[in-house]
């Protein structure tokens, strides 16, 4: 079992940045993939980016040379450092890990909200 809490949200004018963080518990040596989704009013939850065990990271092309996913092992924290930001990158920011048996973990979200 993994456990994930998310924090670093809130409101964040245009151009702005936020950085995000997810704390791992419980068994985090199981994760093989972790990353953060998010999910708009309205809208179907969506990647953002996400990590693997062995660095290799993936992002969204929506925020492509705008946010940087990291991870600090000893801590078993995971970071995503949002610059720039847009009004529509408004959301609900989730923090998901998979399992090396390919269960899926969830975090409670946290959330962004960037003004005009």
């Known amino acids: 079992q993994v456990q994930l809490v998310e924090s670093g949200g809130g409101l964040v004018q245009t151009g702005g940045s936020l950085r995000l963080s997810c704390a791992a518990s419980g068994m985090p040596f199981i994760i093989n993939r972790i990353g953060w989704y998010r999910q708009a009013p309205g809208e179907e939850r969506e990647l953002v980016a996400t990590i693997t065990r062995d660095g290799t990271t993936n992002y969204a092309d929506s925020v492509k040379g705008r946010f940087a996913i990291s991870r600090d092992n000893a801590k078993y924290t995971l970071y995503l450092q949002m610059n720039s930001l847009k009004p529509e990158d408004t959301a609900v920011y989730y923090c998901?890990?998979?399992?090396?048996?390919?269960?899926?973990?969830w975090g409670p979200g946290t959330q962004v909200t960037v003004s005009s």
């Open positions: 998901n890990a998979r399992s090396t048996s390919e269960r899926e973990y």
